[in-house]
């Protein structure tokens, strides 16, 4: 009995301890998605395919070694013999069907018209690119973490509001009930109120809804399980945070600071990099190269002997591809068009970055604007439900003046609170256009 109570008790612990949930602020959920994304950890892949391409490239000065062992088994064959003038005859082609070879050799190129070079500057630019498209996903997906943070908090937020305007409303049912039962108030005094407050509890499951499925977009991101209940320590910010408002400032930043105005830059010097290389096809190649062979027989030397003998040859090779059909200059050429089609990939995306950055202002303008306006708004609504409740209390108003005021409330309140967010999530899309 006694170990039922316990493993019963510990069910209960750690029932409770789910339950309790997982604080999260915002920086931990932006550090946790960045550990947890699997398109960072795609781009991470590709810039360590992008590392190892420019070391092969490097790696092409290197000299080049080589070594090779073999072994063939000759048929027999008749030996080869000539007869000397004094009567003696040598072997000058022995029957060897045995035949051992060790070779090393090592070539390293002298002279490649650029190419290499030109290589290694286009798989650094690549190297380059890839680094700065890891940047601009960490960036989108920041925003993109802040944006799910943001909608959850705005969710329960307005789910909080709704679920004190459903308090309200029920209160206001029990005084009209009163009244009526007091024959003071007509029957349709409680059923507007009960409408109002169905309206209400109708409105507080869709934000109920709504915090659900934010919070498993956030925990897709987070990478956090599915059962986790996310406390979040961040709350809606009624003050209005400060920030520069100069276009031309936040337009010059952007360009400096956006990661794929960057990226597109380091694939533009790649492209360029690749004319050097098709060039270099048409223009002289020089590789010096040496190289020993120690066999058994060894072929270079007569006549051959069933011993193990050493050789050795060094060499400097030139050549000139004379003719290709015009496959270097058209390749070439590709290469430059495609680079010239990059440059103006990067103008329309500067043009369209001053837009952007526009617009984002704009956004945060509006924003700073409704949320001074709902902070107002919910002000007067506050203090004329107040009046409102005291005079229909008195028996001055009627009940559908109070519900006025209270459906007032209520709309201003879930107007702050969508206000304040709305700012968060346009300045963290200004930040992203800015490159922040």
Same mark, same amino acid.
């Given at each position: 009995?006694?170990?039922?109570?316990?493993? #019963?008790? !510990?069910?209960?612990?750690?029932?409770?301890?789910?339950?309790?949930?997982?604080?999260?602020?915002?920086?931990?959920? !932006?550090?946790?998605?960045?550990?947890?994304?699997?398109?960072?950890?795609?781009?991470?892949?590709?810039?360590?395919?992008?590392?190892?391409?420019?070391?092969?490239?490097?790696?092409?000065?290197?000299?080049?070694?080589?070594?090779?062992?073999?072994?063939?088994?000759?048929?027999?064959?008749?030996?080869?013999?000539?007869?000397?003038?004094?009567?003696?005859?040598?072997?000058? %082609?022995?029957?060897?069907?045995?035949?051992?070879?060790?070779?090393?050799?090592?070539?390293?190129?002298?002279?490649?018209?650029?190419?290499?070079?030109?290589?290694?500057?286009?798989?650094?630019?690549?190297?380059?690119?890839?680094?700065?498209? $890891?940047?601009?996903?960490?960036?989108? !997906?920041?925003?993109?973490?802040?944006?799910?943070?943001?909608?959850? @908090?705005?969710?329960?937020?307005?789910?909080?509001?709704?679920?004190?305007?459903?308090?309200?409303?029920?209160?206001?049912?029990?005084?009209?009930?009163?009244?009526?039962? %007091?024959?003071?108030?007509?029957?349709?005094?409680?059923?507007? $109120?009960?409408?109002?407050?169905?309206?209400?509890?109708?409105?507080?499951?869709?934000?109920?809804?709504?915090?659900?499925?934010?919070?498993?977009?956030?925990?897709?991101?987070?990478?956090?399980?599915?059962?986790?209940?996310?406390?979040?320590?961040?709350?809606?910010?009624?003050?209005?945070?400060?920030?520069?408002?100069?276009?031309?400032?936040?337009?010059?930043?952007?360009?400096?600071?956006?990661?794929?105005?960057?990226?597109?830059?380091?694939?533009?010097?790649?492209?360029?990099?690749? @004319?050097?290389?098709?060039?270099?096809?048409?223009?002289?190649?020089?590789?010096?190269?040496?190289?020993?062979? #120690?066999?058994?027989?060894?072929?270079?030397?007569?006549?051959?002997?069933?011993? #193990?003998?050493?050789?050795?040859?060094?060499? @400097?090779? @030139?050549?000139?591809?004379?003719?290709?059909?015009?496959?270097?200059?058209?390749?070439?050429?590709?290469?430059?068009?495609?680079?010239?089609?990059?440059?103006?990939?990067?103008?329309?995306?500067?043009?369209?970055?001053?837009?952007?950055?526009?617009?984002?202002?704009?956004?945060?303008?509006?924003?700073?604007?409704?949320?001074?306006?709902?902070?107002?708004?919910?002000?007067?609504?506050?203090?004329?439900?107040?009046?409102?409740?005291?005079?229909?209390?008195?028996? $001055?108003?009627?009940?559908?003046?109070?519900?006025?005021?209270?459906?007032?409330?209520?709309?201003?309140?879930?107007?702050?609170?969508?206000?304040?967010?709305?700012?968060?999530?346009?300045?963290?899309?200004?930040?992203?256009?800015?490159?922040?």
């Amino acid at each position: 009995m006694t170990r039922e109570i316990r493993c #019963f008790a !510990l069910i209960a612990v750690l029932s409770a301890t789910a339950a309790l949930g997982e604080d999260l602020s915002l920086a931990d959920a !932006l550090a946790r998605a960045r550990e947890n994304s699997p398109r960072l950890s795609q781009l991470a892949a590709q810039e360590a395919a992008a590392e190892a391409a420019l070391r092969g490239a490097q790696a092409e000065k290197m000299p080049l070694v080589d070594l090779s062992a073999g072994y063939t088994r000759n048929s027999h064959v008749d030996e080869f013999r000539l007869t000397l003038p004094n009567g003696e005859s040598r072997v000058l %082609f022995p029957d060897i069907p045995n035949n051992y070879r060790l070779h090393a050799g090592a070539s390293v190129p002298l002279w490649t018209g650029g190419r290499i070079e030109s290589a290694v500057t286009a798989a650094d630019r690549q190297r380059e690119a890839a680094g700065l498209d $890891v940047t601009g996903a960490e960036h989108d !997906l920041d925003l993109e973490v802040r944006t799910a943070y943001w909608r959850l @908090v705005t969710a329960r937020e307005s789910e909080r509001v709704l679920r004190e305007a459903v308090t309200a409303y029920e209160a206001h049912i029990t005084d009209s009930r009163h009244r009526v039962e %007091f024959g003071v108030a007509a029957r349709n005094e409680v059923l507007a $109120v009960q409408v109002e407050r169905d309206r209400a509890e109708l409105a507080r499951l869709q934000a109920e809804n709504a915090a659900a499925v934010s919070e498993a977009d956030l925990l897709r991101l987070t990478g956090l399980p599915p059962e986790t209940r996310l406390l979040l320590t961040e709350k809606v910010d009624l003050t209005d945070p400060t920030d520069p408002t100069d276009i031309e400032e936040l337009v010059t930043a952007a360009w400096a600071s956006r990661p794929e105005l960057a990226a597109l830059q380091a694939r533009i010097a790649a492209a360029r990099a690749n @004319v050097g290389i098709q060039r270099a096809a048409r223009k002289p190649q020089a590789a010096a190269s040496v190289g020993y062979d #120690f066999a058994d027989p060894n072929q270079r030397i007569v006549p051959q002997r069933d011993e #193990f003998r050493g050789t050795w040859s060094a060499g @400097v090779t @030139v050549s000139l591809r004379a003719f290709d059909g015009g496959r270097s200059a058209a390749a070439a050429a590709q290469a430059a068009a495609q680079a010239d089609a990059l440059e103006r990939e990067l103008e329309d995306r500067r043009r369209r970055l001053r837009l952007e950055v526009t617009s984002r202002l704009l956004d945060v303008r509006t924003a700073r604007a409704a949320l001074a306006v709902t902070g107002r708004n919910l002000e007067s609504a506050r203090e004329n439900v107040k009046v409102a409740g005291d005079r229909y209390r008195e028996g $001055v108003i009627a009940s559908t003046e109070l519900l006025d005021a209270e459906t007032n409330l209520l709309r201003a309140g879930l107007d702050q609170t969508s206000a304040a967010t709305q700012l968060r999530v346009a300045l963290a899309n200004l930040d992203r256009s800015v490159g922040r």
